[in-house]
């Protein structure tokens, strides 16, 4: 919400476009978690954006007019619809006072009076004499500037940006990365250079540089086995049931996550039953980093029992062909029975294009990395990344996909997909993924 309210006071269209975007995210999380409160903010800030930047804004304003007549006051808060305006500034608490500031080695702890809110803004900016990585936090720093020497970067600035919003710089005349993770009231941000200058090779050789399972502690990744319970999920081969096989599957992933350092939950540990919105509202309580949804696939008749098989990941958009649409409606059944048409459509077309981007690259990433580890001992077929409207990934806060480990319909991969040798090297391939996803990120 921070985030969306900063990017929608500003002036430059982009930017106002971002807070437009933020508050579509809100809003997908407030229909997720049944928070009328928070959907009422939401819509408030999408009514602000769109009005900025001269776009329609009749239908919030309908929705938030019916919302606020099912609360006790409506007939206080109605009366002032028809001119909605939202103060600037107006719903943002008082500002966090920045207290401390600890210099480590190839990290900086910075300590606030008040838990941070996770979704502080990083931006970079480049030119032919320097390089910089700029955090923006609402806040307050005890002085105007503070300037740090360190020894990763030339230069740490501390800047009060505006009233409610400062600014963290590093800069140095080459490139560097950054990642940061917060506790509570303290945030935590890491520095390291990929490469070591030639001419500092010899006279410098301890230059800070984060191992990856350090990186790896401060990531939060959610593995969830589909169905359960009264779900059984797809029956196949020899009355193998999927919910049964993902579940061992995402125990597998789950204790290799674990083993590279990252820190993993699980959706569920056992066969009971999990509704789909309540999995992506457990990983955004959490605030995982990624979400990861194991699934199997089944033929939609006899007939195509041997024909169909294959590996495929799917992460959320409006499905484009009807494969992906019969595979979504299959994995959807339980929860969306109940929904309209025009409830499953507001999802989809209110998903984040960011988050869009990034759950296709770690679609990517984990597909070629299955794919990679079970080639070296099985002929398996690859059904590719594709698009699909998966209610289980949406309201994830994070980028989100849907791994279809194999044909539970087809003889020669159920007895695959439920073989332990087999789900191992299939989990060794997730990790992998996972890990080629966030290097990808480190090296950027």
Request: proline residues 3%; hydrophobic residues 35%; glycine residues 6%.
């Amino acid at each position: 919400m921070q985030e969306a309210q900063y990017y929608c006071s500003q002036k430059s269209k982009n930017a106002i476009y971002k807070g437009l975007n933020s508050y579509k995210s809100v809003y997908i999380k407030s229909l997720v978690d049944e928070d009328e409160n928070l959907r009422i903010k939401a819509l408030q800030g999408l009514i602000q954006c769109s009005q900025k930047l001269g776009l329609g804004i009749n239908a919030y304003k309908k929705e938030l007019y019916d919302l606020l007549n099912r609360h006790k006051k409506a007939s206080k808060k109605s009366s002032r619809l028809k001119n909605i305006k939202v103060t600037k500034g107006s719903s943002l608490p008082s500002p966090n006072r920045l207290k401390k500031v600890i210099l480590g080695k190839g990290y900086i702890e910075y300590f606030f009076d008040k838990p941070l809110d996770k979704k502080y803004s990083k931006k970079i900016s480049q030119n032919k004499s320097s390089y910089k990585i700029i955090y923006i936090i609402e806040g307050k720093v005890a002085t105007k500037y503070r300037n740090y020497r360190l020894k990763t970067v030339k230069s740490m600035r501390i800047v009060q940006k505006d009233k409610n919003y400062l600014q963290i710089i590093f800069e140095d005349p080459e490139k560097f990365s950054t990642d940061s993770s917060v506790e509570g009231a303290k945030l935590k941000i890491f520095l390291w250079k990929k490469t070591r200058p030639k001419a500092l090779a010899k006279s410098s050789p301890k230059l800070s540089i984060i191992p990856p399972s350090i990186i790896y502690s401060k990531k939060i990744i959610v593995i969830d086995a589909g169905h359960g319970g009264k779900d059984s999920g797809a029956v196949g081969y020899k009355g193998k049931r999927e919910k049964d096989i993902v579940l061992q599957i995402a125990k597998r992933v789950y204790k290799k996550l674990k083993a590279k350092g990252f820190k993993v939950y699980l959706t569920r540990r056992g066969d009971y039953f999990v509704t789909l919105r309540n999995r992506t509202k457990f990983a955004n309580r959490v605030k995982a980093n990624l979400f990861i949804s194991i699934h199997a696939n089944a033929a939609p008749t006899k007939s195509k029992y041997l024909m169909m098989k294959g590996i495929e990941t799917f992460f959320l958009s409006p499905a484009r062909s009807e494969r992906a649409k019969r595979i979504a409606a299959l994995e959807n059944r339980v929860d969306m029975k109940n929904l309209s048409y025009y409830s499953k459509n507001v999802f989809l077309n209110f998903i984040n294009k960011e988050t869009t981007i990034l759950s296709n690259k770690l679609a990517i990433d984990i597909q070629r990395n299955v794919l990679y580890t079970l080639r070296k001992k099985y002929h398996v077929v690859d059904g590719g990344v594709r698009p699909g409207p998966f209610w289980v990934l949406v309201g994830a806060q994070m980028p989100a996909i849907l791994i279809e480990v194999g044909y539970i319909t087809n003889p020669t991969e159920a007895m695959r997909i439920s073989n332990p040798y087999y789900q191992n090297l299939l989990a060794e391939g997730v990790v992998k993924g996972v890990e080629s996803y966030f290097q990808h990120k480190l090296e950027k």
